[in-house]
């Protein structure tokens, strides 16, 4: 595997797309191993788009782009407003509380930061607010999309590890919380030492609060229906996520009455596109994952850290800080994708809990898409708002210390971590 693990080390610097780089070094694979029929990365790459358990994940984007275009974004933000904007940092509070918001509808934090962008950005700018830090906290402030329920690497990570979906969607609210938690109090420091005002100077009346609530209600419950239908055995994770095809289609038509022909005919095109992007990705990956088994790779890794030692929060750290160098280059799905079959016997062997490291694995992952060389959220935010990467980094440090302190809590204190699904679904 070490000739196959340049091989994509170097196509990635070459800028080839992470999916080709994937399959072409996945093939010299079998290209060394003569003995191995060639017909198996076809096969296994086909066989890789027919598992069900997957079938949760192009439901769940089209859930999430049918939700989009049914004006719950536009709520959202009235909502996010009324809770967080006499805070200090105006728009900056409002933009992390947008994102725990847009947890349950996006599943995304690339397409969340993005979105706000576009919204906020020049707004947060025009209001005093540097670009660097702007686009930091846009950028940063969308780790908390992709560990509320339904976050995609979740589905991702438990449908590869054979790990419950439930547990893992109940296990993100804590994490969620504390993460934003710990930025708005940076978001709060950095706005009283550079002046930054409240986005609203009246405390909102009763009634305004009441149809902030009501305009969001039906995206805040939307997680909520996710997990009493999986704890109930209502559903199973790929059946869960047909309802919420059916749930969208629902509030955009029925109850919003905003998902005419134009926004439903763009959901769907959208919908094509990123679907078409991560299945391809998923399928290829197979080819990937056959080498890393067939040469015993995870037992190799496994002998190698213990060899150094076996406390499992130690492990975990170190698995950490791998995943976070690793970030700096390639892609958090991709990581989630390539390093779960490798990292995962070893977490299960040292006897920690698999949902636990999940959760960990997931948001060191996904710290990637926001720090340089190719974090595709701090690009997309950057390039929107035409921030220098330079000037977004040296503003984005103390976000960074702050997601890299949360993480280093959840690694060493798993209870918070597991309060949730243990609560909904009982002890692991």
Known sequence: MILVSVAFLVLMLMGMPVAFAI???GLLFFLQN???PYTIPVQITVSQTQNFALLAVPLFIIAG???????ITRRLLGLASVLTGRLRGGLAQVSLTLSALMGGVSGSAIADAAMQARMLGAEMIRRGMSRGFTAGILSFGSILTPIIPPGIGMILYGSIGQVS???????????????????GLAVAAT???RGYPPERTERPSAGEVVRAFRGGIWALLFPVFLLVGLRMGVFTPSEIGAFAVVY?????????GELGRKPFLAALEGSLSDI????????????FTYGVVYDQVPDAVSQFVTGITDEPALVIAIIVLFVLAAGFFVDATVLIIMLTPIFLPLVRQLGADPIHFGIV???AATIGNFTPPVGAAMYAVCSILRVPIGEYTKESIPLFLTVAGVTLLLILIPDVVLFMPNLLFGPG
């Not at 782009?65 to 004006?71: A, M, P, Q, T, V």
């Not at 979906?165 to 930025?183: E, H, K, N, Y």
Request: aromatic letters at 12%; proline letters at 3%.
């Open 23 to 25: 399959a072409i070094s």
């Open 34 to 36: 003569p003995d191995l």
């Open 65 to 71: 782009n049918f939700l989009n275009h049914s004006g």
């Open 165 to 183: 979906i439930g547990r893992m969607f109940a296990a993100g609210f804590v994490p969620a919380g504390l993460l934003w938690l710990g930025l």
């Open 191 to 193: 706005a009283r030492r």
């Open 248 to 256: 969208a289609v629902f509030i955009g038509l029925v109850v919003h």
């Open 276 to 287: 078409g992007a991560v299945m391809f990705l998923i399928a290829v990956s197979a080819i």
């Open 361 to 363: 694995f997931i948001v």
